[in-house]
């Protein structure tokens, strides 16, 4: 799936919400309506390495676009689909956003998330479709604020349409406001974001650097490049280097989860390029299954999850030992 969120876009969604008012908005504080909360983890994420978490950061994760078919005609899906639900609890969750997992405690929100559609019909009804979407994720990180925070350290994680809503959540909460000196760091793959996105919150170019974002979009090497053109100029991280190194040899990859649940560890050598991450095959048991895969989109996770992992746990200590030295003040 390859999101053309730019500028342009964003522009488009800011718009008014007053189309929402006539939905009824989800109680947050009921909790069928989290996905995830602390001490309530799905047990097949349980199996995939999850550490303990600092106490005093949180992850608030977003997951990408699952409502795909063709033959699917609702603009969003809702909270209940069990179909849905399934997918998230048994597969995002434990794929993605376990990667953040050993850093803080998770919350992930269930939201009536728009359909890949809406990407490209803004102008007959993906625009409302989308808003309607980010205003449940807002709804939800309001929700998470008031009730749960307390003041801890915030890391931002998604993928996708998740780093879309994400992406506003930062502009909305964080951009030259209080809530800034909280974050930890904000992952965005998924994506396509201008270096100018945020007035105050920077593009993260060292692996230890904090209260910024980092994004990343993944494609197979020597793809047909106009597959990518929409990529080009935007911002792009090496998710194995952590900074904007162009070759990250295989020895230095930490490892990918695959859907079996085991890690494998030096699988490829990742490529940094103009506005996009290209990576050689992978070296695992199943490595013939990607020679058919156009694109790596969907794994621009779990391809690094061990990468995520570490990093989110350096940038999540550099993070504590600035405030205990009180570089950053406590949030309220």
Same mark, same amino acid.
Not at 54 to 76: A, C, M, Q
Not at 121 to 137: C, I, K, P
């Given at each position: 799936?390859?999101?053309?969120?730019?500028?342009?876009?964003?522009?488009?969604?800011?718009?008014?919400?007053?189309?929402?008012?006539?939905?009824?908005?989800?109680?947050?504080?009921?909790?069928?309506?989290?996905?995830?909360?602390?001490?309530?983890?799905?047990?097949?994420?349980?199996?995939?390495?999850?550490?303990?978490?600092?106490?005093?950061?949180?992850?608030?994760?977003?997951?990408?676009?699952?409502?795909?078919?063709?033959?699917?005609?609702?603009?969003?899906?809702?909270?209940?689909?069990?179909?849905?639900?399934?997918?998230?609890?048994?597969?995002?969750?434990?794929?993605?956003?376990?990667?953040?997992?050993?850093?803080?405690?998770?919350?992930?929100?269930?939201?009536?998330?728009?359909?890949?559609?809406?990407?490209?019909?803004?102008?007959?009804?993906?625009?409302?479709?989308?808003?309607?979407?980010?205003?449940?994720?807002?709804?939800?990180?309001?929700?998470?604020?008031?009730?749960?925070?307390?003041?801890?350290?915030?890391?931002?994680?998604?993928?996708?349409?998740?780093?879309?809503?994400?992406?506003?959540?930062?502009?909305?909460?964080?951009?030259?406001?209080?809530?800034?000196?909280?974050?930890?760091?904000?992952?965005?793959?998924?994506?396509?974001?201008?270096?100018?996105?945020?007035?105050?919150?920077?593009?993260?170019?060292?692996?230890?650097?904090?209260?910024?974002?980092?994004?990343?979009?993944?494609?197979?090497?020597?793809?047909?490049?106009?597959? @990518?053109?929409?990529?080009?100029?935007?911002?792009?991280? =090496?998710? %194995?280097? *952590?900074? $904007? &190194?162009?070759?990250? +040899?295989?020895?230095?990859?930490?490892?990918?989860?695959?859907?079996?649940?085991?890690? @494998?560890?030096?699988?490829?050598?990742?490529?940094?390029? =103009?506005? %996009?991450? *290209?990576? $050689? &095959?992978?070296?695992? +048991?199943?490595?013939?299954?990607?020679?058919?895969?156009?694109?790596?989109?969907?794994?621009?996770?779990?391809?690094?999850?061990?990468?995520?992992?570490?990093?989110?746990?350096?940038? $999540?200590?550099?993070?504590?030992?600035?405030?205990?030295?009180?570089?950053?003040?406590?949030?309220?």
């Amino acid at each position: 799936m390859f999101f053309r969120i730019t500028l342009l876009l964003i522009t488009l969604l800011q718009v008014t919400f007053s189309v929402l008012s006539q939905h009824e908005a989800v109680d947050y504080s009921n909790p069928s309506n989290w996905a995830v909360v602390p001490g309530n983890y799905p047990e097949k994420m349980k199996e995939f390495f999850v550490r303990d978490p600092f106490d005093s950061i949180d992850v608030f994760y977003v997951y990408p676009t699952l409502i795909v078919s063709e033959k699917d005609t609702r603009w969003n899906v809702p909270i209940e689909d069990k179909e849905q639900q399934g997918k998230i609890l048994n597969s995002v969750v434990p794929f993605q956003a376990s990667a953040w997992a050993s850093s803080g405690r998770l919350y992930v929100p269930y939201y009536r998330q728009a359909h890949l559609r809406s990407y490209y019909n803004l102008d007959s009804g993906g625009r409302e479709a989308l808003l309607f979407a980010y205003s449940d994720v807002k709804a939800a990180f309001e929700y998470y604020l008031e009730h749960f925070n307390n003041g801890r350290g915030i890391i931002l994680a998604g993928h996708s349409q998740g780093s879309t809503h994400l992406s506003f959540i930062l502009k909305d909460f964080f951009d030259g406001k209080p809530l800034q000196k909280q974050l930890v760091a904000a992952y965005l793959p998924g994506n396509g974001f201008e270096h100018d996105l945020y007035k105050t919150i920077p593009f993260m170019v060292h692996p230890d650097e904090i209260g910024g974002f980092v994004s990343w979009n993944t494609f197979k090497k020597k793809l047909d490049p106009t597959n @990518y053109a929409w990529c080009k100029g935007k911002v792009v991280i =090496n998710p %194995v280097t *952590w900074d $904007t &190194t162009m070759v990250a +040899p295989r020895e230095l990859h930490k490892g990918f989860l695959f859907s079996n649940g085991k890690m @494998y560890e030096q699988s490829f050598t990742t490529n940094r390029g =103009n506005g %996009v991450i *290209w990576i $050689t &095959t992978p070296h695992f +048991p199943y490595r013939y299954m990607s020679f058919t895969m156009k694109q790596y989109h969907i794994g621009d996770v779990n391809l690094f999850w061990e990468d995520i992992r570490l990093n989110s746990i350096l940038r $999540t200590e550099v993070f504590l030992k600035k405030r205990k030295e009180g570089f950053l003040d406590e949030g309220k």
